[in-house]
């Protein structure tokens, strides 16, 4: 009996030993969906075509690896949030650069303008669709186009430098060099829009380098790259191209590179009312970042 009592005793203090040390079931440990920016080392790099902007980056594949990666992706786990998908991916652009919006909006940006021929007809069809974009400016055109400048920025689009003339090497100089460069296109930029804001920088055919990311950020703008390029800066890209690309590369999240400056704009902007077209029969919203 006394035997039988000692291991029920024993028992019991067992079954309280483990009530102590068994974890409370039903709360998740604290942080497994906080969406993380991608290293440096982990994005794609830019692909030179020589003549305009670097090969795009698909949101396909970067997308795919965040997925593997994020708890909140996982079987099984909620799906309550999707801007935290969105978000896991917004710098994976070279170096860590941004190249999707973030959430599930998608971005409009056009560079190396302002030309008087043709910003004023891209400015007039956001203007019709109540679309915001975001411009990225040759300091150089800004300096000979302040009106456009002023133009782009009082009807509330985002303003980017783009250097002062597109230098492709930019990011191979020296800091006081990159530095030189995008304040003369800042300030190109701002005598034209005083009061406005230059958020961001697009290095001059997407290549980047870890010393003019630097600059802009100390600078205070952010480094923009893309996740769409239908290469419409190319003359032998045609209107149809350049639709096509759109369509089958953009998802929410997209950053589409378009150009209101650069020898091809006529096919661009017959492309861009087909784009508007379709992505609102996707019901895609925008941001102008």
């Known amino acids: 009996m006394g035997r039988h009592k000692l291991g029920i005793a024993a028992a019991i203090v067992a079954l309280l030993a ?3 040390v068994w974890p409370k079931g039903g709360e998740p440990p604290q942080g497994t969906l906080t969406a993380t920016e991608p290293t440096a080392s982990a994005a794609p790099s830019p692909e030179s075509d020589g003549e305009g902007e670097a090969g795009d980056t698909s949101p396909d594949a970067s997308e795919s690896a965040a997925e593997a990666s994020d708890p909140a992706t996982a079987p099984g786990a909620a799906s309550e949030s999707p801007a ?3 978000a896991a991916n917004t710098y994976d652009g070279p170096l860590g ?6 959430d599930d909006r998608v971005a ?3 560079d190396d303008g302002p030309s008087p021929e043709w910003t004023p007809i891209v400015l007039d069809m956001l203007r019709e669709r109540g679309v915001k974009a975001t411009f990225c400016l040759i ?3 800004a300096e000979a186009y302040p ?8 009807e509330g689009h ?3 430098n783009h250097s002062w003339f597109h230098e492709f090497n930019l990011g191979k100089g020296s800091a006081e060099e990159i530095r030189s460069n995008l304040q003369r296109t800042n300030d190109a930029i701002l005598k034209a829009a005083p009061g406005a804001e230059v958020r961001y920088f697009r290095h001059p055919g997407g290549q980047w380098t870890d010393r003019a990311i630097a600059v802009a950020a100390d600078m205070g703008m952010e480094s923009l790259h893309w996740s769409v390029d239908p290469g419409d800066w190319d003359n032998r890209t045609t209107e149809a191209q350049i639709r096509d690309h759109v369509f089958d590369r953009s998802a929410p999240g997209a950053i589409v590179l378009l150009h209101d400056g650069a020898s091809n704009q006529k096919d661009m902007c017959g492309a861009l009312k ?3 077209e379709e992505f609102s029969r996707r019901e895609y919203t925008y941001t102008g970042l």
């Open 18 to 20: 483990l009530a102590w």
């Open 84 to 86: 935290i998908e969105l």
């Open 97 to 102: 650069t941004r190249n999707h919006t973030g």
């Open 108 to 110: 409009l940006t056009f």
């Open 139 to 141: 300091g150089a055109y």
């Open 147 to 154: 009106e456009l400048v002023a133009d782009i920025a009082r």
């Open 158 to 160: 985002t303003l980017c």
């Open 274 to 276: 087909s784009i508007f």
